[in-house]
């Protein structure tokens, strides 16, 4: 059954106190034992397989699957079942090789790479932003600005106007509520930790990123300014799916470490301010009490995907671009495509009813 609330979500945008604390009402996502999975080879294309009868899903439901994505513009979609690919399907012109962007979805690969940041002491999320960007990199009274910390900019809770999005400058950066007491999704603050992190470590964003997390694992891809200011990750679907299973053996690639911060990463995929009980460090949860959605005010009672498992966290991105992690099933999904028709920034009505198709058919 769909949630009501995606409905009015996409009507109001087609029209128109801090704590770093997880919240524990709402149950908190343990990093379980994950021994048992496969790891693809760095730069190959080789990549076992497991077939959905070895599993016993309802094949007959597979059908149902394919067609709602394809009829819902999907480029790649691929599922992981504890690191091996169940599904692994192309629509058009789409294949294996073609880059496409991740969209907000990449924000998690912010979020991952300031945790390695700070795992090599060029920084603490509770410092000053202003330690790396300088005096007046907003145009905030000093002691205003003074308020802002890396962790402000991870959690969506900077305290700055939203109304222009994207922008980077310090004329736009404006004051509207101290740091820590409003939530609201805001891109430009985001944008801004790759050069807190290009600062603290004396190296490109780009070059960082690569070496430290994209390089590990056996990821393709780059960042790219698509509007002059925000920085959007393009790679294929098989990388996103290398993070996802990252993240699912909690910060460890096929026995090495990558991101050792277990509190750190427990902090990230968990409630990490009381003003959004379904956002961690720019990770979307489920399961929680209730949800704020980009571009509003409004506190939703109730799941953010009521149809995905409560242990659901994710990557969302605009035009429905999808990273699902499920730890308790040991599942990675990724969708990658165009606009299903709900043109949202983050959760919106695609996700539950792609996972009401999903759920016919894994269970």
């Not at 961690?280 to 149809?307: D, H, M, V």
Request: some cysteine; glycine content about 8%; charged content about 20%.
């Amino acid at each position: 059954m769909k949630n009501p609330f995606f409905a009015t979500i996409f009507i109001l945008l087609l029209f128109g106190g801090c704590s770093d604390s997880s919240d524990t009402d709402d149950g908190i996502i343990d990093e379980q034992a994950t021994d048992n999975l496969y790891f693809p080879p760095e730069q190959s294309a080789e990549w076992e397989t497991i077939s959905v009868s070895e599993l016993g899903w309802n094949e007959s439901a597979e059908q149902a699957v394919f067609d709602f994505l394809e009829e819902k513009d999907t480029k790649a979609f691929i599922i992981l079942k504890d690191g091996k690919i169940v599904i692994e399907w192309y629509f058009g012109d789409h294949t294996q090789n073609t880059s496409w962007y991740w969209a907000s979805a990449g924000k998690t690969l912010t979020s991952f790479t300031v945790g390695l940041a700070q795992q090599e002491l060029f920084l603490n999320i509770n410092d000053k932003t202003s330690d790396y960007l300088g005096e007046a990199w907003t145009s905030l009274p000093v002691e205003k600005e003074n308020l802002i910390t890396i962790w402000h900019q991870l959690t969506m809770t900077s305290g700055m106007n939203d109304i222009q999005f994207d922008c980077v400058t310090s004329d736009c950066l404006t004051y509207l509520a101290n740091a820590g007491t409003r939530w609201a999704y805001h891109n430009g603050p985001y944008t801004l930790l790759q050069s807190v992190v290009a600062t603290a470590s004396e190296m490109e964003w780009t070059d960082y990123f690569n070496s430290r997390l994209r390089d590990k694992i056996g990821m393709d891809g780059f960042w790219f300014s698509t509007n002059g200011s925000n920085n959007v990750f393009f790679s294929t679907a098989r990388s996103m799916a290398r993070f996802g299973l990252l993240n699912l053996n909690n910060g460890a690639w096929d026995g090495e470490t990558i991101l050792g911060d277990s509190s750190y990463r427990t902090a990230m995929k968990n409630t990490s301010q009381s003003l959004n009980k379904s956002y961690g460090y720019l990770w979307w949860l489920n399961g929680k009490q209730s949800y704020r959605a980009p571009a509003l005010q409004t506190e939703f009672q109730g799941e953010l995907i009521p149809n995905a498992p409560a242990d659901t966290y994710a990557g969302l991105g605009k035009n429905d671009q999808k990273l699902y992690i499920i730890p308790s099933q040991g599942l990675v999904i990724v969708r990658m495509g165009e606009d299903s028709g709900e043109d949202l920034l983050g959760p919106s009505s695609f996700d539950n009813e792609l996972w009401e198709k999903l759920n016919a058919y894994i269970n």
